[in-house]
């Protein structure tokens, strides 16, 4: 059984930063790709970022350039760090994984996070 643990929210003021963690454990895969999301209230979850097993990463175009997504393969984990955040940046957001290495940015994926609350305030 995959489990997503996703860490690192919180609240914030407008132009602040924050850095996501998200934590694969419970089994082993060889190749995978990984994908950030986020839902605010009354809104429809929304993809952030994604990061192949090769290393190349997508963005939606609200965070290009201000989030960043990146991976450690020996600790299993990916990373989203958040610059410049907007009070439109709030939602919870989702960490999610595929076991295949080159799944398209916006999924399909097949685990996912719990999520965590990012709140920022203007």
């Known amino acids: 059984q995959v489990q997503l643990t996703e860490s690192g929210g919180g609240m914030v003021q407008a132009g602040g930063s924050l850095r996501l963690s998200c934590a694969i454990s419970?089994?082993?895969?060889?190749?995978?790709?990984m994908g950030w999301f986020r839902q605010a209230p009354g809104l429809e979850r929304e993809f952030v970022a994604a990061i192949r097993w090769s290393g190349v990463t997508y963005y939606a175009d609200s965070v290009k350039g201000r989030f960043t997504i990146s991976r450690d393969n020996a600790l299993n984990t990916v990373f989203l760090q958040m610059n410049s955040l907007k009070p439109e940046d709030t939602a919870v957001y989702y960490c999610?994984?595929?076991?295949?290495?080159?799944?398209?940015?916006?999924?399909?994926?097949?685990?996912w996070g719990q999520g965590t609350q990012v709140t920022v305030s203007s």
């Open positions: 999610a994984v595929d076991g295949y290495a080159a799944t398209p940015p916006k999924g399909p994926y097949d685990y």
């Open positions: 419970g089994r082993t895969f060889s190749r995978y790709a």
